[in-house]
């Protein structure tokens, strides 16, 4: 199975703050990335598909970007609902799909 | 608008078999797959396996074969996950998510079953 690596675990930024998250594929995935967001208690909210593509709905602040095997999520301008947890997940090895282990972003 | 309602919380020995289900609305039932997902408690993301609404057909993540059913009921758009030989480490909430239409990721999700084994 594809492995795949999110960095860092967990970070704390204010609001208004820029947060970058990367995740790293163990092999080559294209673009075949997607990024959720995860509150507590909550199932995960599909963010970014193809590494780069908004999902509708998704403020335009949240943008992916990255191929191949390094991808990042962005947050500009994070705002309160922004804290929470969040997940890649590599979609090229099928029926493999793997998560990352997750970047938890709490309130500095 | 697109619901994905899964069954209530179980509570199971270990031994035991336990059975989800996911009732779709809100869209064609047989025109998108479905996934399913778990979480332990206070851990990441375990997708499962995959099943063709549509078909039948059904894959699974190499450490649940032989130990994961998954069936469908078209006629009321319900997804069942079976699990057997149920141990302590299968404690988790299971969830069911859609397929998205563009082939990447999963767009729609329910809301989680927690299973217990104890």
């Known amino acids: 199975d594809i492995q795949m690596t999110q960095s860092p675990s967990s970070l704390s930024a204010s609001v208004g703050d820029r947060v970058t998250i990367t995740c790293r594929a163990s092999q080559s995935i294209s673009s075949y990335l997607n990024w959720y967001q995860q509150k507590p208690g909550k199932a995960p909210k599909l963010l970014i598909f193809?590494?780069?593509s908004l999902q509708s709905g998704v403020p335009s602040r949240f943008s992916g970007s990255g191929s191949v095997t390094e991808f990042t999520l962005t947050i500009n301008s994070l705002q309160p609902e922004d804290f929470a947890t969040y997940y890649c997940q590599q979609s090229y090895s099928t029926p493999a799909w793997t998560f990352g282990q997750g970047t938890k972003v709490e309130i500095k | 608008q697109v619901q994905l309602v899964q069954s209530g919380a179980e509570v199971k020995k270990p031994g035991a078999s336990v059975k989800v289900s996911c009732k779709a609305s809100g869209y064609t039932f047989t025109r998108y797959y479905m996934h399913w997902v778990r979480q332990a408690p206070g851990q990441g993301l375990e997708w499962m396996a995959i099943?063709?609404?549509?078909?039948?057909?059904?894959s699974f993540a190499q450490k649940f074969q032989g130990r994961v059913t998954m069936t469908r009921d078209t006629s009321t758009s319900t997804v069942y996950m079976e699990l057997n030989s149920l141990r302590s480490e299968d404690a988790a909430v299971y969830y069911c998510?859609?397929?998205?239409?563009?082939?990447?990721?999963?767009?729609?999700w329910g809301q989680g079953t927690l299973v217990t084994v104890s």
């Open positions: 099943i063709n609404p549509s078909g039948g057909s059904t």
């Open positions: 998510a859609r397929a998205s239409p563009e082939g990447h990721g999963f767009d729609y």
């Open positions: 193809a590494a780069s």
